[in-house]
């Protein structure tokens, strides 16, 4: 094998490992891309000036810090609805919309890799990349690296251009930071190893024949639905009953395909009926639920129809 095709495989070898890093680091899978792909980029037209003074691996994940830490330096922290903003007071039709880049995002599998199988699958929970964004970035690589990727304090120093020292106080500073900080979205997740299949199953049966009666029945009392790119979220059954009544239009005659997010967790891909074309249907958003007692705690509708794409997801689907 050439010198060429090994610095490639190198290179591969590192990228779902590289791909979750800039993710929890950047809270979009779409940026996270971005940033291994112009990590690709600059690892390989610098090649030539690795020196061997510490591993390929750490050199590359240098790369890769750099360019998360450039890309926050102006970047607003990114959030999730239920942590915006109260519930809605009104419900209405939700019009109001924030950038994509206001929002997390959910992300597919990163690919198998057996140092993948040792990263906490738990650090993937939406409600901690949540957390994350609340820690300043440099920090936030830290506790990354360390608590995550269970790297020495010597080799994230040398990651970060900083002391052991200055690693281990941040480390403390970030630790701190997160036993404090309280959101609404921790508090509402629920994303167990081993979900409810059987609510999960009654959830797509009662969204698919539109039965508000009995969808609105799977919440729990104080259930919530939420829908970025809409600050707008929906907190009571009530409220829930309302505002399913208000969009039936729009989503009645929908189907569910079955996928998974952030490390494995169930959800479902909504397609919606095509409006110009009443022989198919048409990508909407992605539903991520999380249960409590055997009932649905929170409903995530992430609307991004984007997404479908980096799921290997169709552009559209036969009734």
């Given at each position: 094998m050439s010198?060429?095709?090994?610095?490639?495989?190198?290179?591969?070898?590192?990228?779902?490992?590289?791909?979750?890093?800039?993710?929890?680091m950047?809270?979009?899978?779409d940026?996270?891309?971005?940033?291994?792909?112009?990590?690709?980029?600059r690892?390989?037209?610098?090649r030539d000036?690795?020196?061997q003074?510490s591993?390929?691996?750490t050199?590359?994940?240098?790369?890769?810090?750099?360019?998360?830490?450039?890309?926050?330096?102006?970047?607003?922290?990114?959030?999730l609805?239920?942590?915006?903003?109260?519930?809605?007071?009104?419900?209405?039709?939700?019009?109001?919309?924030?950038?994509?880049?206001?929002?997390?995002?959910v992300?597919?599998?990163?690919?198998e890799?057996?140092?993948?199988?040792?990263?906490?699958k738990d650090?993937l929970?939406?409600?901690?990349i949540?957390?994350?964004?609340?820690?300043?970035?440099?920090?936030?690589?830290?506790?990354?690296?360390?608590?995550?990727?269970?790297?020495?304090?010597?080799?994230?120093?040398?990651?970060?251009?900083m002391?052991p020292?200055?690693?281990n106080?941040a480390?403390?500073?970030?630790?701190e930071?997160?036993n404090?900080t309280?959101?609404?979205?921790?508090?509402?997740?629920?994303?167990?190893?081993?979900?409810?299949?059987?609510l999960?199953?009654r959830?797509?049966e009662a969204?698919?024949?539109?039965?508000?009666?009995?969808?609105?029945?799977?919440?729990?009392?104080?259930?919530c639905?939420?829908?970025?790119p809409?600050?707008m979220w929906?907190?009571?059954?009530?409220?829930?009953?309302?505002?399913f009544?208000l969009t039936?239009?729009?989503?009645?005659?929908?189907?569910?395909?079955p996928?998974?997010?952030?490390?494995?967790?169930p959800?479902?891909?909504?397609?919606?009926p095509?409006?110009?074309?009443?022989?198919?249907?048409?990508?909407?958003?992605?539903?991520?639920?999380?249960?409590?007692d055997?009932?649905i705690?929170?409903?995530?509708n992430?609307?991004?129809t984007?997404?479908?794409?980096r799921?290997?997801l169709?552009?559209?689907?036969?009734?």
């Amino acid at each position: 094998m050439s010198e060429t095709a090994v610095d490639l495989q190198l290179l591969e070898n590192l990228k779902p490992g590289l791909t979750s890093f800039c993710y929890r680091m950047l809270g979009s899978i779409d940026d996270a891309d971005d940033a291994v792909q112009e990590t690709y980029i600059r690892a390989w037209q610098s090649r030539d000036s690795f020196r061997q003074e510490s591993s390929y691996k750490t050199w590359v994940y240098r790369i890769a810090s750099n360019l998360c830490l450039d890309k926050l330096r102006q970047a607003k922290r990114r959030t999730l609805p239920v942590d915006f903003s109260n519930p809605a007071a009104a419900i209405v039709e939700p019009r109001e919309t924030l950038p994509e880049s206001s929002w997390i995002w959910v992300a597919p599998d990163f690919g198998e890799n057996p140092e993948e199988a040792l990263i906490r699958k738990d650090t993937l929970q939406l409600a901690f990349i949540a957390l994350l964004q609340t820690l300043p970035p440099r920090q936030r690589a830290v506790l990354i690296l360390k608590d995550v990727f269970d790297w020495s304090s010597k080799q994230i120093a040398e990651t970060l251009g900083m002391s052991p020292a200055a690693v281990n106080s941040a480390l403390q500073r970030a630790r701190e930071t997160l036993n404090r900080t309280r959101l609404r979205s921790d508090e509402l997740s629920r994303m167990d190893t081993e979900p409810d299949r059987e609510l999960l199953s009654r959830y797509v049966e009662a969204f698919e024949q539109f039965d508000i009666d009995a969808l609105v029945a799977l919440f729990h009392e104080e259930g919530c639905m939420s829908m970025p790119p809409f600050a707008m979220w929906v907190r009571g059954r009530n409220d829930l009953f309302e505002f399913f009544s208000l969009t039936r239009p729009h989503c009645e005659g929908s189907r569910f395909v079955p996928i998974t997010v952030n490390g494995g967790y169930p959800a479902f891909a909504q397609y919606m009926p095509n409006p110009e074309n009443a022989a198919v249907l048409i990508p909407w958003g992605i539903h991520v639920l999380e249960v409590k007692d055997h009932q649905i705690l929170h409903v995530q509708n992430f609307i991004n129809t984007k997404l479908f794409l980096r799921f290997g997801l169709p552009e559209q689907i036969h009734r």
